[in-house]
């Protein structure tokens, strides 16, 4: 849900530099601890799941703007520091395709990040309370619900209009849509979306880029439970 599609050359350096440099030090750590563990057995998973965050990354849903990310599905199996790695693999892959810059790669890596550790964290909490399938539905709830929030913090950091993230990004919902799907005016008219965010104002945004990430929000929060409930009956070890 929370991909941040810029380009290259739209965000101020300062912004997605920090984002390259954090995502550099977590991994390194990450990396280091590695192999005094014994999670490298999971590393025949990271790569599975690297596959399937990246063929749900690139398909469109088609009646909707929006393409699932499934990270809090990697959160859950793998564990905050593994799944962080598998993030940042596929948006490093994803940025190769034009989905997004590969300056953007560290801030991308963060949010998504951030939304596979909530993951896993809410979902550790909840299981003992609640069937599987529940448990991942309000930890994947909440995971996007705060990725997203932490994606429109990037975005007011940046500095730039709301107009202006509208050009740049082809008219692309930020954070929530598939790349190459121009949104800016249609057969069924121009863009209410973009009408609005000619007012540039920060609660107009909000409410507006929330209103339109809510029916991605709830198909990912609905996909995830299922397949962690499917997973829970054939599989229960691999949590």
């Known amino acids: 849900m929370s991909h941040l599609h810029f380009p290259d050359g739209v965000l101020p350096v300062y912004l997605w530099g920090a984002g390259l440099i954090i995502t550099g030090v977590i991994l390194a750590v990450i990396l280091y601890r590695l192999g005094k563990q014994d999670q490298v057995k999971k590393l025949?998973?990271?790569?599975?799941?690297?596959?399937?965050?990246l063929l749900a990354m690139s398909i469109p849903l088609g009646f909707l703007p929006y393409h699932l990310n499934l990270t809090v599905l990697s959160g859950i199996i793998l564990g905050?520091?593994?799944?962080f790695?598998?993030?940042?693999?596929?948006?490093?892959?994803?940025?190769?395709?034009?989905?997004?810059?590969?300056t953007v790669v560290g801030l991308n890596t963060l949010v998504i990040g951030l939304e596979a550790a909530i993951g896993f964290v809410g979902f550790s909490l909840l299981k003992p309370f609640f069937r599987?399938?529940?448990?991942?539905?309000?930890?994947?709830?909440?995971?996007?619900?705060?990725?997203i929030i932490f994606a429109f913090g990037i975005v007011t950091a940046s500095q730039l209009s709301y107009t202006e993230i509208?050009?740049?990004?082809?008219?692309?919902?930020?954070g929530c849509t598939h790349p190459g799907?121009?949104?800016s005016d249609s057969q069924h008219g121009?863009?209410?979306?973009?009408?609005?965010?000619?007012?540039?104002?920060?609660?107009?945004?909000?409410?507006?880029?929330?209103?339109?990430?809510?029916?991605?929000?709830l198909l990912e929060t609905i996909v995830v439970a299922f397949i962690i409930g499917y997973l829970a009956r054939v599989k229960p070890g691999l949590f």
Do not use: R, W, Y
């Open 85 to 102: 790695v598998a993030v940042f693999i596929v948006n490093l892959f994803l940025s190769f395709m034009g989905h997004g810059g590969i």
């Open 44 to 53: 025949p998973l990271v790569g599975v799941l690297v596959a399937v965050m």
């Open 181 to 183: 799907h121009d949104h």
């Open 80 to 83: 905050p520091a593994l799944a």
């Open 166 to 174: 509208m050009e740049v990004t082809g008219g692309e919902h930020v």
């Open 132 to 147: 599987p399938t529940g448990a991942a539905a309000a930890a994947t709830l909440c995971a996007l619900i705060l990725s």
């Open 190 to 217: 121009a863009n209410p979306l973009v009408e609005a965010l000619k007012e540039n104002t920060p609660v107009g945004f909000i409410q507006i880029m929330s209103a339109a990430a809510l029916p991605g929000i």
